[in-house]
């Protein structure tokens, strides 16, 4: 398990998501991961990238896929150039509104995230833990639990199962106060992850 958390990884892909910009666009984490990559390979707001490398590039099955651009063309942020067709056209806004982004992010390493096994928003739980922890020198996340159902949309109930599936994957380690703290390896990975894109 350790080499999960210490290979060099340089070229892995990933996103950034903003809350902000998720929250503007009322879409969910898998949404944005699938919306900013097709604005990534897009061109004049066409994105011809096949499912199947995109369901690849983010480590997402193809149902989960299908799920995420049925929603986004719900959501009137894609839609088909023509029935049958393999080209999405995005709304025009889509760039503009990626481009105002500021505040809270998380980072979501696809690879990293398949490698541990993990949904996309117990991920980003690990990751939020990561940042509230590096601002202190024992390494402790000083947040409460609704700051993180906040974030993730987390019920109480979704936050305890995913915080015990954590820890019995020794990705957390025990506490005697409700903080939270980064198996040192996980917080060592991403440490050196920010390091190299530095």
Not at 120 to 136: C, E, R
Request: charged share 30%; net charge positive.
């Amino acid at each position: 398990m350790k080499d999960k958390f210490t290979k060099n990884c340089e070229g892995e892909h990933y996103t950034i998501v903003y809350f902000d910009v998720m929250n503007d666009l009322q879409i969910g984490f898998t949404e944005y991961i699938v919306l900013q990559t097709m604005l990534h390979y897009s061109k004049r707001n066409l994105c011809n990238i096949e499912k199947s490398n995109l369901s690849r590039k983010l480590f997402i099955a193809r149902n989960t896929l299908n799920k995420s651009l049925n929603k986004l063309v719900f959501k009137e942020h894609i839609s088909k150039e023509e029935i049958g067709s393999k080209t999405y056209y995005l709304n025009p806004d889509i760039k503009e509104r990626f481009e105002c982004k500021k505040g809270n992010y998380v980072r979501i390493y696809h690879k990293h995230r398949k490698e541990l096994q993990l949904s996309i928003k117990q991920y980003v739980f690990l990751y939020l833990i990561y940042t509230h922890s590096k601002k202190h020198k024992s390494r402790i996340a000083i947040a409460g639990k609704s700051q993180y159902c906040k974030y993730i949309n987390f019920s109480e109930s979704h936050f305890a199962t995913t915080k015990s599936k954590l820890m019995k994957m020794s990705l957390l380690e025990y506490q005697e106060t409700s903080f939270l703290k980064l198996n040192e390896d996980v917080f060592n990975w991403f440490e050196n992850k920010i390091t190299v894109q530095k």
